[in-house]
């Protein structure tokens, strides 16, 4: 790649050198941005050095050149100063063009863990999330697995962290309960990532995480919290939304968590809906506020509107934070 952009910036100066006024050396600075998504650092210098040259022979050579002043020369030397910094500051040893397209691959790895699969007749699920930098890169995501068509597991988890710093934190926690969900009970499932967590020996591999397992042919469910906020229950008899008493330690966090789980039944009618704290935490209120705040917001929501679209409905009425937001609805007979 760099010997095809050399041929190109010799041919531009070709150009220069005979008609300037067609090629005039400003535009010699493609040469370089074109590297900047193409080349590795070192590569990148050699070119950006070849650009420089170029562009003063050819500057040199027109007949109508006048002496470069101070402001010349800083530009040119911040311009390339811009792109060789840009260039060093890429971690991965890649060029721009191949970060970006890893980073996506990574993103949509991600969201792909997340989702649900096909429901049977009379059972829907619906989600929607924000990420704290509005990139698609956040610390809360979701895995699902769907057993012999009968016994349905969501864990929704929320990572130490927010936006495109946890990424890959979060990438890799959801490849690890990837592989453990259906495998395993949901404590034994918690208390394996735990231990994953533990293992990672950084201040910040904690998380939060509820896991529900929900029987699609009697509607018989129990939620697993590991210091998630609780889940709410929506009773199409009451119509209204009911906090759930699961409660638990955190994971990556002390070595024997405590998991308090609670069991029920989803009748057609009712629904489980899961969140993560960015939904319901506001730095002048606590958390017991934030969930009064959701559970008005969302019943009054779905008694009006009903429960298609409720998830992306009440997550917009979250005011704007600084953490990843993300809104999990599972409701039986309200296709």
């Not at 220069?16 to 400003?26: A, H, I, T, V």
Request: charged residues 20%.
């Amino acid at each position: 790649m760099l010997g095809l952009l050399l041929v190109g910036l010799l041919l531009c100066f070709l150009v220069s050198w005979f008609e300037y006024d067609w090629l005039p050396s400003g535009a010699f600075l493609l040469w370089p941005l074109a590297g900047l998504t193409l080349l590795r650092f070192r590569p990148l210098a050699v070119l950006t050095g070849a650009t420089a040259v170029a562009a003063l022979l050819a500057y040199a050579h027109s007949s109508r050149s006048r002496e470069l002043g101070p402001g010349d020369i800083v530009v040119a030397a911040l311009a390339i100063a811009i792109v060789l910094r840009q260039s060093s500051q890429q971690r991965s040893g890649l060029p721009v063009g191949l970060s970006e397209a890893m980073l996506a691959e990574l993103r949509d790895r991600l969201q792909s863990q997340g989702r649900i699969p096909a429901l049977p007749e009379g059972w829907c699920s619906q989600s929607a999330m924000i990420a704290a930098a509005g990139t698609g890169y956040a610390g809360d995501f979701l895995v699902a697995d769907l057993r012999d068509g009968n016994l349905l597991e969501l864990v929704l988890v929320d990572v130490c962290g927010k936006g495109t710093a946890v990424g890959p934190q979060s990438l890799q926690f959801a490849g690890a309960l990837g592989g453990l969900i259906g495998a395993l009970p949901p404590e034994p499932l918690l208390r394996a990532a735990n231990e994953f967590l533990l293992r990672q020996q950084t201040e910040e591999a904690f998380s939060t995480a509820v896991h529900v397992a929900v029987d699609v042919r009697d509607g018989s469910y129990r939620v697993t919290s590991a210091g998630h906020p609780p889940a709410l229950r929506w009773s199409a008899a009451g119509e209204e939304w009911a906090v759930d008493n699961a409660r638990g330690t955190a994971l990556g966090v002390i070595d024997d968590p405590e998991f308090h789980a609670s069991t029920g039944v989803l009748a057609p009618g009712d629904a489980l809906m899961f969140y993560t704290d960015g939904v319901i935490e506001r730095r002048r209120s606590d958390i017991d506020a934030g969930i009064d705040w959701l559970r008005r917001v969302a019943q009054q929501d779905v008694r009006r509107r009903g429960f298609d679209g409720a998830a992306q409905r009440i997550l917009a009425k979250v005011d704007r934070g600084d953490d990843d937001r993300a809104i999990l609805i599972l409701s039986r007979g309200l296709c």
